[in-house]
């Protein structure tokens, strides 16, 4: 796997400038993983509460071939195996990672999340036996210590009154991509999550599975956006490595699923939608069956769109863009006042498309 550098995040604003400010990072990509492709793409655009349908796929097959002895008495060949064989499949194990914008706008859209998440969880339970997750909600407001919101708190930032002043944070806490176990600022978690892995991520055996979502994925209303970025952050080969804040996470023998939700384009993440897509299927060793993506995102590029349209040309929308270019990916509309549980249930559609032919690298 090539590695992923991304340096590190700043440019900050201020929190006393009001509900409207928004806050900004930068960071760039030194090397950008090769163009890759697929036996052709599969992707879902959905803006109401209707399911899509699910995908086929199929394995590869070979052919045997016996060869003649010298003396030209064919030789019996190799035994019948019984004939082609079903790949070997994901076996329930799917690698969950969340990207939530925590800018100021999102308090809705993740209220509508958190809704929609039992119902998700129960139908991959029901799809597979033995479900084996692991779930990541990445850190994309990695604020803490910050002076713009922890020096003098309660002078100057009276609209975050619970932010963890005096709490002293752990090393990953303020690491961009890495799994968020305490998120912080206004409408976040602001409090460490209880999760019985001791892990940054949720295993099997996880306590109330839904309270311990909730918490990672109140990501809060004080950071920022850069949902791609942030993708591509908590995908990295060092923060996967040993030692690294989601070390273990990332299995090879899982499906790689991811879920990004932002009320804007996300036009300011590092790279472009193709440089997107590219890493995601770098991070599952080039395969790009081995990928599943969700983007809930705004949807005023399309004139049916939930969201009202704004008349831009097509190709602008770069969330779209990266559904696009990822061959198995649902779109779903923000602005569904209805929450997304029609979204999650297609990609769970797709997610058991992809199990049942996944291989591992």
Same mark, same amino acid.
């Given at each position: 796997m090539r590695r992923l550098a991304l340096a590190t995040l700043a440019a900050l604003a201020a929190c006393n400038d009001g509900p409207e400010q928004q806050s900004g990072f930068g960071s760039s990509i030194t090397t950008a993983p090769p163009a890759t492709t697929s036996s052709g793409p599969d992707t879902s655009t959905t803006t109401s509460s209707s399911t899509g349908a699910a995908e086929d796929s199929a394995a590869a097959s070979?052919?045997? /071939? /016996?060869?003649?002895?010298?003396?030209?008495?064919?030789?019996?060949?190799a035994p019948p195996d019984g004939g082609d064989k079903p790949p070997q499949g994901c076996g329930g194990k799917v690698d969950l990672l969340f990207t939530i914008s925590s800018q100021s706008t999102m308090k809705l859209a993740q209220g509508w999340l958190k809704s929609s998440f039992p119902g998700f969880i129960d139908t991959l339970e029901s799809e597979f036996g033995d479900f084996d997750y692991h779930i990541l909600s990445a850190?994309?407001?990695?604020?803490?210590?910050h002076p713009v919101l922890c020096a003098g708190c309660k002078d100057i930032c009276p609209e975050v009154? =619970?932010?963890?002043c005096g709490v002293t944070p752990e090393p990953c806490d303020t690491i961009a991509g890495a799994g968020v176990t305490y998120p912080i600022g206004e409408d976040a978690s602001n409090k460490r999550c209880d999760l019985a892995s001791g892990l940054r991520y949720i295993t099997p055996g996880q306590?109330?599975? =839904? =309270?311990?979502? /909730? @918490?990672i994925a109140s990501v809060g209303t004080s950071g920022a956006p850069l949902v791609a970025e942030m993708t591509m952050a908590a995908l990295a080969d060092e923060i996967n490595a040993p030692g690294g804040c989601n070390e273990g996470f990332l299995r090879d023998d899982a499906l790689l699923?991811?879920?990004a939700i932002q009320d804007t384009w996300d036009e300011d993440s590092v790279g472009t939608a193709q440089d997107w897509a590219n890493a995601l299927v770098e991070a599952k060793g080039g395969d790009p069956d081995a990928v599943v993506l969700?983007?809930?995102?705004?949807?005023?590029?399309?004139?049916?769109?939930? @969201?009202?349209? /704004?008349?831009?040309?097509p190709g602008y929308h770069k969330l779209r863009t990266w559904t696009e270019l990822v061959p198995h990916s649902v779109f779903g509309s923000i602005c569904n006042e209805q929450g997304y549980a029609a979204y999650f249930a297609e990609a769970a559609t797709k997610i058991k498309a992809q199990c049942d032919v996944f291989v591992p690298q």
């Open positions: 070979t052919a045997n /071939s /016996s060869t003649s002895s010298a003396g030209g008495i064919p030789d019996g060949g850190n994309t407001s990695p604020l803490w210590g009154p =619970e932010y963890p306590p109330d599975l =839904e =309270e311990a979502f /909730s @918490c699923v991811v879920v969700l983007v809930i995102a705004s949807d005023t590029d399309d004139p049916d769109g939930l @969201c009202g349209y /704004s008349g831009v040309p």
